[in-house]
């Protein structure tokens, strides 16, 4: 369902015929790029993955605890690995 979705927006964009904004357009694209990359946000990796507040995650990164984030082409948001941020939470709770 999913990749078909996404073909009728490529073929809506090849004939010009898209009504997405461009910000629609970013955020899709950041989307896909986060799942396709096993990649998460700040706040995702706080809410989802670690449940943490965002002063503790700012914290852990400050100290090395956690990896800086890596950013992505077209955006300003820093996304982290899953893999990572797991293999962290894993090492906590031991």
């Not at 896909?32 to 914290?59: P, W, Y």
């Not at 950013?71 to 982290?80: A, C, I, N, Q, V």
């Amino acid at each position: 369902m999913f990749a078909s979705l996404l073909e009728n927006i490529a073929k809506q964009m090849r004939n010009d015929d898209c009504s997405m904004t461009d910000e629609e357009m970013e955020e899709l694209y950041q989307q896909c790029m986060a799942l396709t990359h096993g990649m998460v946000t700040k706040q995702e990796a706080c809410d989802n993955v670690l449940h943490i507040s965002r002063a503790t995650f700012d914290r852990y990164v400050r100290n090395g605890k956690l990896p800086k984030g890596k950013s992505r082409m077209g955006s300003h948001e820093l996304y982290w690995s899953k893999e990572e941020l797991n293999k962290f939470k894993r090492e906590q709770n031991e």
